[in-house]
Nanobody, 121 residues
Framework: QVHLVESGGGLVQAGGSLRLSCAAS????????MGWYRQAPGKQRELVAT???????NYADSVKGRFTISRDNAKNTVYLQMDSLKPEDTAVYYC???????????????WGQGTQVTVSS
């Protein structure tokens, strides 16, 4: 089975920084795109940032210039560096990855359990 394990969430003051990590493990043949989503209480889950296997990245307008997504393919890990955090960044952050499991023909999307990020004003 494939699992995504997240870490790095916490409580910070506005203007502070956090770095989230998400490591994929299990019977993996290949990982394609990876990304981060977030969901605040009472709101829809939204895309934050994505990165392809080749390192191309894309960001939501609300985080451009403040967040940086990166990955270490050798470790099957994706990171989200969050700088200049704002109270409106408060949410549960979820890792997502497009994975081709071992001995499979198809890509499946897997989700991490989520990690809480709270930014105080």
């Amino acid at each position: 089975q494939v699992h995504l394990v997240e870490s790095g969430g916490g409580l910070v003051q506005a203007g502070g920084s956090l770095r989230l990590s998400c490591a994929a493990s299990g019977s993996i043949f290949r990982i394609n795109a990876m990304g981060w989503y977030r969901q605040a209480p009472g709101k829809q889950r939204e895309l934050v940032a994505t990165i392809t296997s080749g390192g191309n990245h894309n960001y939501a307008d609300s985080v451009k210039g403040r967040f940086t997504i990166s990955r270490d393919n050798a470790k099957n890990t994706v990171y989200l560096q969050m700088d200049s955090l704002k109270p409106e960044d408060t949410a549960v952050y979820y890792c997502n990855a497009g994975v081709i499991p071992a001995f499979s023909e198809y890509e499946y999307y897997y989700w991490g359990q989520g990690t809480q990020v709270t930014v105080s004003s």
